[in-house]
């Protein structure tokens, strides 16, 4: 066994530690969906019913909206359920498909992460130190919104650098891949089509 393969078997446990905090977190934020379906109801009610709205009210069902699409964003890259172009990637052979992900990770992934970091920390402390509020009448204070930035950001680079430690596992033989038989979202809408389409 190499030393890169021996430094890859010490990397896993922590890799595994990563997927499952990023796993619980997502599948418990991914609820705040039905929170803001809620707000937005309760609130378009209100306005319809009584004529009247409250921005503060308006604002939180962005704001948790905002949570579910930045916190969950790590769960999504872990489910490798990110964008890509399935049609062309599917295509190509494995070991290529492997080798753009490990680019895609180290080269764009991560350095933009780390950018986003080093950019929202004095973005989000500004906003702190003067307790931004919103500009709308009742609206909102504006820095638990800008802290979503960095906290997100810092979560999807320690997710990233788990799934750079695991795509290069996988490539040297350590652990299986857990998305090669993964059949993409479309696929499967497009199979269940196809299935419904048969039946007639």
Known sequence: MGALDAILKALLPATRAVDAAT?????????LILAAVLVS???????????????AWLELQWVLFSVVFL??????LLANEHIRIDIVNNL???????????????????????????TGIPFFWRSFEINEQSGNA????????KALIMIAFAMLLV????ELI??????RDLIPDPHASQTSTI???VEQLVDAIEKR
């Open 23 to 31: 796993t619980w977190i997502g599948k418990r934020l991914a609820w």
């Open 41 to 55: 109801a309760v609130n378009a009610t209100v306005r319809k019913v009584f004529d009247t709205s409250s921005n």
């Open 71 to 76: 916190l969950c964003s790590p769960w999504t």
């Open 166 to 171: 695991k795509r290069f596992a996988i490539m």
């Open 159 to 162: 997710q990233g650098l788990s």
């Open 92 to 118: 190509l052979p494995k070991r290529v498909r492997d080798w753009i992900d490990v680019v895609g990770h180290a080269f764009f992934l991560l350095p933009l992460t780390i950018v986003m970091i080093v």
């Open 187 to 189: 696929e499967a809408e």
């Open 138 to 145: 009742g609206g909102l204070p504006q820095w638990p919104s």
